[in-house]
């Protein structure tokens, strides 16, 4: 089955402790983005990646960190999470098209 | 700015009716429009996708297109409880390498029994 998967789907951490979600896609996607969604402000895109080794930001990526050492895997991580970035995290992946696939989501609260 | 516009609602209507849902977008280069249907604390999820402008129909879901007015609607006929949910409109901007996707607020639609 085609699918984008997320890990962990929920978190609750600590200001200041580093964390890693995890993000994969068995569709063979060249593109993949991780976006966060706060009420009001709908889906922000955080970064993005054309391919392997290829990353840039998005619209909001202060405070956060991607790879892509693998065309299957695009971890987001957070090296000192903070208060703000307590929100509805979601990877995405995209094939040829500009088609969109996502994850099932991350709930993250930092306290 | 490149913006896509959505009317938040709720919008409700009984089961059995037509919902319309509008969206406008303002970057006229825009060639790809999406329409996503998300239930509360889930992903996304993919229902129509147009390219050229009129009409296109997927069963109970149709969508149309008119690049000169840079408008784009989502019908859906018969509409059912399960179709409760937010409705959210997408539309893609050149940003050079990035495959960007620019999103609506989402319209957020509840279907009476």
């Known amino acids: 089955e085609a699918q984008v998967t997320q890990n962990p789907r929920y978190l609750i951490t600590v200001t200041g402790k580093k964390l890693t979600v995890t993000c994969s896609q068995n569709m063979n996607h060249e593109y993949m983005s991780w976006y966060r969604q706060d009420p009001g402000l709908g889906l922000r895109q955080i970064y993005y990646s054309m391919n392997v080794e290829v990353t840039d930001k998005g619209d909001v990526p202060e405070g956060y960190k991607v790879s892509r050492k693998e065309k299957r895997n695009f971890p987001l991580i957070l090296e000192s999470p903070s208060p703000n970035q307590t929100s509805l995290y979601f990877c995405a992946s995209t094939g040829t098209s500009t088609k969109q696939y996502f994850g099932p989501g991350t709930r993250l609260t930092v306290t | 700015q490149k913006e896509v516009e959505q009317n938040s609602g709720p919008l409700s209507v009984p089961e059995g009716a037509i919902a319309s849902l509008n969206c406008t977008y303002s970057d006229r280069g825009s060639q790809s429009f999406f329409w996503y249907r998300q239930y509360s604390g889930k992903s996304p999820e993919l229902i129509m996708s147009i390219y050229s402008n009129g009409d296109k129909e997927d069963g109970r879901f149709t969508a149309q297109l008119n690049k000169a007015s840079q408008y784009v609607s989502l019908l859906i006929r018969d509409s059912q409880p399960s179709d409760s949910a937010t409705y959210l409109c997408?539309?893609?901007?050149?940003?050079?390498?990035?495959?960007?996707?620019?999103w609506g607020l989402g319209t957020s639609l509840a279907v009476n029994p």
């Open positions: 997408a539309v893609n901007v050149n940003a050079g390498n990035n495959r960007k996707l620019i």
